[in-house]
């Protein structure tokens, strides 16, 4: 999976989860901010996130990820 | 309505203030709205096997992440909250006078055993952290407060099939009291997984040839149906400063418990008699002055039997039309007193009694004025109508003309 396809995929699960549009998932958009997610929306997120890219995400490592940037790059870490 | 009974007004001390409904709002599977809701309610015949609103479709009233977040009952309590809010017109109230009080049996069960699944197949952190906010029975009442930023009382009553009438009861008695100048009340139900599917008819409570006709002799059992309903209650004053159009006023209300069975009413529906009269004393009227009864009419042997003879309890030889909405609309559970007192104001709206669809042959063992086949004129007098919940809980309301 190439960047583009990962981050398509990233996207996707984030209009689903959040209900916003695609053009609203930049990079820069914070969560609380931007995307109008809570602490709970951000736990769903992250359980769809998981599924859609067979990873693990422990509660420790989402310390500080306050922008869609920092959660993709969170995810492209976890990618082999 | 009364305020209360003491020693010196044994009869009642009249409340300060009449409640009007003024507002309608309803979500069923014969139509979503007054006007497709009360076309459905006038055929003589509803041969479908089921009663699931196949057609909702929660973008209509909500965002897409509100709507992830909301169980389907949830769903469909907002939009009939919606409907009734939008029906009443400008309420022009301060939202710390405006309340909600909604019924449920379960609340959102769909999601609940949707999760339970997930929890048993794939492991306990697979459960939404969306599950308790989604599955609690309060919920629906919670979102149409925050909906509309009514901040008044918001509760939720929880009596089984009698639910949705206690709640209009209960808000009725906030604004009669004057704790309240507007409420929005009714009940939302969507029941129909699988699972609780499988309770009703193991407990031979769901009819099994897929026919709704209460009273009839041939009746098996409910249809068990997904349904909301909610009116807008106001203060009659501030109703009629407004100028807003007054469905009915709520004369009076009756609740009670059977103290019986968990499932079966009291022998001879002694119980629900008791409701209607407590009712009738409420409104201070006398059974003479009651024109039509809304029934609970399930279509089940037992309470419609057993419903039949209270009315011949209370209204003795005197024949009042009586009909079941049921026939038509399946079992709402929770959901039902609150459609069918939306039945009920429709029913003074077009001075025509629906027939109780699909009874063709009423019970020789019931000796009550079932309306069957086409619409009747109403007679002259209020209506009463009846819900009685799993529990042995009773409630009945008592709905009149507004003169004005």
């Not at chain 2, 977040?69 to 939009?79: I, L, M, T, Y």
């Not at chain 2, 038509?328 to 001075?351: D, M, P, S, V, Y």
Request: proline share 4%; net charge negative; glycine share 10%.
């Amino acid at each position: 999976m190439d960047d583009a396809q990962a981050f398509e995929q990233f996207k996707q699960c984030t209009v689903k989860v959040l209900g916003v549009s695609p053009e609203q998932v930049t990079m820069e958009a914070s969560f609380a901010e931007d995307l109008d997610a809570d602490s709970l929306d951000i736990v769903e997120l992250v359980m769809e996130l998981e599924d859609s890219f067979g990873i693990k995400v422990e509660e420790s490592e989402l310390e500080g990820v306050n922008t869609v940037g920092a959660a993709y790059e969170l995810v492209k870490g976890k990618l082999a | 309505m009364k305020l209360a009974f003491t020693d010196s007004h044994p009869e009642g001390i009249e409340a300060p203030y009449q409640v009007a409904i003024t507002g309608l709002g309803v979500v069923s599977s014969i139509g979503t709205g007054k006007e497709a809701f009360w076309d459905g309610l006038l055929k003589s015949e509803n041969p479908s096997p089921t009663r699931l609103v196949e057609d909702f479709d929660p973008s209509n009233w909500m965002s897409v992440k509100e709507a992830r977040r909301a169980d389907r009952f949830n769903q469909f309590g907002v939009a009939a909250a919606q409907l009734a809010i939008d029906d009443a017109g400008p309420l022009e109230v301060d939202p710390a006078r405006a309340g909600v009080w909604m019924g449920t049996g379960v609340g959102g069960l769909t999601t609940l055993e949707g999760q339970v699944l997930l929890a048993h197949e794939r492991g306990p952190d697979r459960v939404t952290p969306f599950l308790v906010p989604m599955m609690m029975a309060n919920s629906n009442a919670a979102t149409i407060s925050m909906r509309f930023g009514f901040t008044n009382v918001c509760q939720t009553t929880c009596t089984a099939c009698a639910a949705g009438t206690h709640a209009i009861e209960n808000a009725a008695r906030l604004i009669a009291s004057g704790r309240a100048t507007v409420m929005l009340a009714g009940g939302s139900e969507v029941a129909t997984t699988i699972t609780a599917q499988a309770g009703f008819a193991n407990m031979t409570a769901a009819s099994t040839t897929g026919i709704s006709r209460p009273f009839d002799v041939d009746r098996d059992g409910f249809i068990m149906a997904e349904a909301a309903g909610v009116v807008v209650l106001e203060e009659l004053g501030h109703a009629l400063a407004r100028g807003a159009h007054i469905y009915a006023i709520v004369a009076g209300a009756g609740s009670n418990a059977d103290a019986h069975h968990i499932t079966a009413p009291a022998p001879h529906g002694v119980g629900a008699a008791v409701c209607m009269e407590l009712a009738l004393t409420d409104a201070g009227i006398t059974a003479d002055e009651v024109g039509h009864i809304n029934a609970h009419g399930t279509s089940t042997q037992l309470n419609d039997r057993s419903e039949a003879e209270a009315i011949e309890k209370v209204f003795g030889d005197r024949q009042v039309p009586v009909t079941s909405l049921k026939g038509a609309l399946g079992h709402g559970l929770g959901a039902a007193g609150a459609i069918e007192a939306i039945g009920a104001c429709l029913t003074f709206e077009n001075n025509l009694i629906p027939p109780t669809a699909n009874t063709k042959n009423v019970d020789p063992e019931i000796h009550i004025e079932v309306v069957t086949g086409s619409p009747r004129p109403l007679p002259e007098g209020v209506i009463i109508s009846n819900s009685f919940g799993f529990g042995g809980h009773n409630g009945t309301l008592v709905l009149k003309r507004h003169e004005g």
